[in-house]
């Protein structure tokens, strides 16, 4: 018995799967387009290359009135303190803080907080000990 589909003739069978050749292979030495005429066409001499970055300035993951390196080092407060801690003062963020293995770093800012405060969120913590939050969140 022979295999081949029943649906179609062998030569569209054939025609149909020239035309997921290249989605299948994946990207080879032509690229992933199976036909020349899918391929875009080069921009002219006078004319600006195509890009998908609007002009202007980018979008980047942090937000507005923070640095990255802010939101990374707010981040890795954030991973020392559980949420058992939170609200909490000072003694127990200190608490979660050693229990889950926080670097010296982390320990000493965290032993600089006021005595007696309450902090609901890491960033109420992170504003305590002098850093800036982002301005508008959405």
Known sequence: MERGSS????RL???MSQEVSGLVQGPGAAGSRVDESREPEPAGEDQPEATTAPGGDLRTGTPQGMSSSDVEQRSKLGRFISMSALPGDRAALL??????????????ALE????????QTVSEVWAALGHKNETTRW
């Open 112 to 119: 600089r907080l006021p005595e007696g405060t309450h902090y």
């Open 13 to 15: 069978d054939e025609q």
């Open 7 to 10: 649906k179609h003739s062998p």
């Open 95 to 108: 608490a979660s803080a050693r229990e889950n293995e926080a670097p010296d770093d982390i320990v000493t």
